[in-house]
């Protein structure tokens, strides 16, 4: 089945810089890779996803990337703001007999300093 | 334009009790899944239903875990005879089962199960 690993487990930067996470994924025929952001004691909230017919996608001050061949795709966010401190999961899922069941990294704990 | 729907937010059993957890799909969705979510740990997988069908069960346990989808009203996640290590957040989610939007799928706010 598809493993998903998801780096840095835990991400602090100050309000203005960029913030980057990185995940690998090993099924080769994954082709939905969305992003999530849950913020304490809520759901996870869809913020941006990419298929594998394109290489990147942005929206505002996110965006993602996806490497096929090396099998990576990355969270990119801009110009951090504190609001933007939350729990990020990637996630990679294939057409398997219908079944679209998402395989999620283990997350990253985005920090944003003032 | 609701969300998902997902009752009670916050739920306590004693060992030994039942569970019942319910989840409204967002308007026009057909397809829902169950996840679990263990304190600083990813979404594990439980169950994928369409109405009245269960598509895929592979991550629900073997015993004392069931889900349907009923043609009316919400999906139902039963624990049945609650452990401790059943204590985690549930969240479910849908999407809307139309070609080439399948696999998109938005979060419900999740129930929070505690066993004593």
């Known amino acids: 089945g598809e493993n998903v690993e998801q780096h840095p487990s835990t991400l602090s930067v100050q309000e203005g810089d960029s913030a980057v996470i990185k995940c690998t994924y090993s099924?080769?025929?994954?082709?939905?890779f969305p992003w999530y952001k849950q913020e304490l004691g809520k759901g996870p909230q869809l913020i941006i996803d990419?298929?594998?017919?394109?290489g990147e996608k942005k929206d505002q001050r996110i965006a993602v990337t996806l490497n096929k061949t090396a099998k990576h795709f990355s969270l990119h966010i801009t110009e951090t703001q504190p609001e933007d401190s939350a729990v990020y999961f990637c996630?990679?899922?294939?057409?398997?007999?219908?079944?679209?069941?998402?395989?999620f990294g283990r997350g990253t704990s985005l920090i944003v300093h003032p | 334009n609701a969300g998902v729907m997902q009752n009670p937010r916050h739920l306590v059993r004693r060992r030994g009790q039942e569970a019942r957890l319910r989840c409204s799909p967002m308007k026009g969705h057909s397809h829902v899944y169950w996840y679990r979510q263990l304190p600083e740990e990813g979404l594990k997988f439980m169950v994928y239903l369409q109405k009245e069908n269960i598509i895929d069960e592979s991550g629900m346990p073997k015993e004392r875990f069931s889900a349907e989808f009923p043609k009316e009203g919400p999906s139902i996640l039963r624990i049945q005879q609650v452990v401790r290590g059943d204590s985690a957040a549930y969240f479910c989610?849908?999407?809307?089962?139309?070609?080439?939007?399948?696999?998109?799928?938005?979060f419900g706010p999740g129930t929070r199960l505690t066993v004593l």
């Open positions: 990419i298929r594998s017919n394109v």
């Open positions: 099924d080769s025929a994954s082709n939905y």
């Open positions: 996630a990679a899922s294939a057409a398997s007999g219908g079944s679209y069941i998402p395989t």
């Open positions: 989610a849908s999407s809307p089962g139309i070609a080439g939007l399948t696999d998109t799928q938005y």
